[in-house]
Nanobody, 129 residues
Framework: QVQLVESGGGSVQAGGSLRLSCAAS?????MSWFRQGTGKEREGIAS????????YYADSVKGRFTISRDNAKKTLYLQMSSLKPEDTAMYYC?????????????????????????WGQGTQVTVSS
């Protein structure tokens, strides 16, 4: 059993930045960030393996968000910059997912939510225009 606790959400104006944290009770191989806006489907936006070699970003956040983890602190981070109103959502940390293989043959931690066993309660991010 892995317990996850997110923090760092809040309200920010467009163009601003926030850093989310996810404190875990263990260090699973794959950890990821998901988000779900009101009336929208859950979206896997970033994932990272324990050794940092396998990183995934959704196109919607690529170049603006950075995922990282501190294994000593058992903490996953998401640095969000150049925030847009469409980034408004509840952000969730998840752990325990498998590796997936891209069409190009590279491996990354899965971005599919139904493949993750452990979830945090979420932290709200609201971006105003």
């Amino acid at each position: 059993q892995v317990q996850l606790v997110e923090s760092g959400g809040g309200s920010v104006q467009a163009g601003g930045s926030l850093r989310l944290s996810c404190a875990a009770s263990a260090s699973p191989l794959c950890m990821s960030w998901f988000r779900q806006g009101t009336g929208k489907e859950r979206e896997g936006i970033a994932s990272l393996s324990t050794d940092g070699s396998k990183i995934y970003y959704a196109d919607s956040v690529k170049g603006r968000f950075t995922i990282s983890r501190d294994n000593a602190k058992k903490t996953l981070y998401l640095q969000m910059s150049s925030l847009k109103p469409e980034d408004t959502a509840m952000y969730y940390c998840a752990a325990g997912g498998p590796f997936s293989r891209s069409n190009s043959g590279s491996w990354y931690c899965s971005s599919r939510g139904n493949e993750y066993n452990y979830w945090g309660q979420g932290t709200q991010v609201t971006v105003s225009s």
